[in-house]
């Protein structure tokens, strides 16, 4: 069975750092560009980061542009976000769906992502 499982999320102070974690299982995340995505309550699901298959390139949106690092570790088959200097508007839950179209991490389109989790919240205070 095709999972993705989200997890290191928390309570957190303006400022402060978090490292989410996204484990595959039944597929080898590799094969796969992985995006991660959040929505805050009220708001639409919108991109933040993205690592590619195909050249390893990594995407991120302007708002979280050199506070973001998305990275992969294919020996234990998990994608990580690490946050730092937190906002209270980065309070979202965040989602790593996989990239099944080969053009999610360029397109940044929903509809080219599938396998979508529980998430994990995330919540900055200010």
């Known amino acids: 069975q095709v999972q993705l499982v989200e997890s290191g999320g928390g309570l957190v102070q303006h400022g402060g750092s978090l490292r989410l974690s996204c484990a595959a299982s039944?597929?080898?995340?590799?094969?796969?560009?992985i995006g991660w995505f959040r929505q805050a309550p009220g708001k639409e699901r919108e991109g933040v980061s993205c690592i590619s298959i195909s050249d390893g390139r990594t995407f991120y949106a302007d708002s979280v542009k050199g506070r973001f690092t998305v990275s992969r570790d294919n020996g234990k088959n998990t994608v990580y976000l690490q946050m730092n200097s937190l906002k209270p508007e980065d309070t979202a839950v965040y989602y790593c769906p996989k990239d099944f179209t080969g053009h999610g991490c360029y397109r940044g389109h929903v509809d080219d992502f599938a396998s979508w989790g529980q998430g994990t919240q995330v919540i900055v205070s200010s």
């Open positions: 039944g597929f080898t995340l590799d094969h796969y560009g």
